[in-house]
Structures are given as structure tokens and as C-alpha cells.
């Protein structure tokens, strides 16, 4: 079995979409994911903001947020492709950042390590050991 | 600190102090003492750039879009490796330019 990984999925539709539309894109990303064995984190919805070039003449865009688990890559794949051939859906952009906030945390830890190891290092510290 | 560059010494010279004859204008030494630049993710501590920041992202590109240099915003060379990741992807997702229409 793969290991796990972790996706942020940004999509971005038409301003002029409504709402209910939007929950309808959102919920067949959710069993497409459930399909795969993964699991969503976060969803979040961001709503119109302006994009920083046009996209299909458009200058705004309703944009939403995903955070999730995956352990297949069909699943990414699968995503991208019902975002591609959905109407309202401008654009979108999968990132796979476990890697990074693998090294993220290695850095916190490391940091928080160094701390712990030298504690007189901090002022405070040091003036209540020496009195 | 810094090596006293020629061209700047004479023109700060030319602007304040009394003009005596001879082949080169007398100057008072500028004595300037260059800012340190520090990398504002290291003092920060952040272990991690987020393509989604984009008020912070807008802090290290042009107005035309292009990404300001290191060596002008004095960010380390690991951090801005991270920035340059960032703001690829920020651009991809429409949140930053590539060009701005000017």
C-alpha cells in the first residue's frame, strides 16, 4: 500500500456561479476522493476575489480551498480530470506538500531541540541560575 | 566595512563642502554605515513559505510581477529558494501576476 500523502487542491469558478453549483462541484470531489481511500481535511471556500491575470475574460473568480489525504494517484488524477470537464471550474492547481511540511517539522523540531539542550542561552533564564 | 567607492565619495564632496581649486574636489569622508540585510525569514523563523500568503508573497515582486533579487532584500539563499517555489505556484493558481499589464 502506497504511503500517505498530502494534497492542497485550489479550484477557481466563474464569479457569476451560484453557490449551490459550486457545493455540487465540491461534493463529487468528495466521493471521488472517498473512492480512493483518501480523505479530505479542509474545505474551504475563499468566495470572489480578484485574480491577478484574466482567465477565460474573466477578472474575479470564486475561489475554494482543499486540503486532504490521498494514497493513490488516480485519485489526483481523477480529480483533475471531472475539474477540467466541469463548467463553472476556471482553473485549478493540485500541490503535493507532505515533503514539505515533513521538512517543516524536522526544522521546528530541530529548533525546538536546541532550545531545550541550552536553556541558560536565554536572558531570562540565565540571571535565575546564577543568583 | 564597505570599500569607499570613488563615485559616490565625489559627488557627496561636490554638494557640501566649499569648492577649493585643485584637480579633485576636497570631501569630507562620508562615513555611511551600510544596514545589515537580514533575511526576514530567518528572523521570522518560518520553516515554511505558504504559496497562500499572498500579502507576503506581493513584498518580494515588482509591481511588473518579476521577483525582487536576494540581493536586494537580503534574504538568505535557502529562503529564497522556498519564496521562488512559492511564488510560482501563487502564480499558477491566479493569485499573483506573471506580468503586469503595464
Redesign the interface.
Known amino acids: 500500500m502506497a504511503e500517505e500523502r498530502f494534497y492542497e487542491l485550489?479550484f477557481?469558478c466563474r464569479p457569476d456561479t451560484p453557490e449551490a453549483e459550486i457545493d455540487k462541484v465540491v461534493s463529487t470531489l468528495q466521493t471521488i476522493v472517498d473512492e480512493h481511500q483518501g480523505r479530505i481535511e479542509k474545505i474551504d471556500k475563499w468566495g470572489v476575489r480578484r485574480?491577478?491575470?484574466r482567465?477565460d475574460k474573466s477578472r474575479e473568480?470564486f475561489f475554494v480551498?482543499l486540503a486532504m489525504y490521498g494514497r493513490q494517484g488516480d485519485m489526483i488524477k481523477e480529480l483533475e480530470r471531472r475539474l477540467k470537464v466541469s463548467e463553472p471550474v476556471l482553473?485549478?492547481?493540485t500541490?503535493r506538500i507532505d515533503e514539505?511540511?515533513k521538512?517543516?517539522n524536522k526544522?521546528?523540531a530541530r529548533?525546538e531541540r536546541r532550545l531545550a539542550r541550552r536553556p541558560r542561552k536565554t536572558p531570562g533564564e540565565s540571571a535565575t541560575a546564577a543568583s | 566595512m564597505a570599500p569607499h567607492t570613488p563615485g559616490h565619495s565625489s559627488h557627496s564632496g561636490r554638494s557640501s563642502g566649499p569648492r577649493t581649486g585643485g584637480d579633485r574636489p576636497r570631501k569630507p569622508r562620508r562615513q555611511y554605515v551600510r544596514r545589515r540585510k537580514v533575511c526576514r525569514f530567518c528572523v521570522d523563523?518560518m520553516?515554511?513559505v505558504d504559496?497562500?500568503n499572498v500579502d507576503l508573497l506581493k513584498t518580494f515582486i515588482l509591481d511588473r510581477?518579476k521577483v525582487i533579487p536576494r540581493r536586494i532584500t537580503g534574504t538568505c539563499a535557502r529562503h529564497q529558494r522556498w519564496l521562488k517555489v512559492a511564488i510560482k505556484?501563487a502564480?499558477?493558481?491566479?493569485?499573483?501576476?506573471?506580468a503586469a499589464?503595464i
Open positions: 485550489i477557481i485574480l491577478a491575470y482567465v473568480g480551498f482553473k485549478y492547481m500541490v514539505e511540511l521538512r517543516q526544522l521546528v529548533r | 523563523k520553516d515554511y504559496y497562500k510581477g505556484r502564480r499558477n493558481i491566479a493569485l499573483l501576476p506573471f499589464g
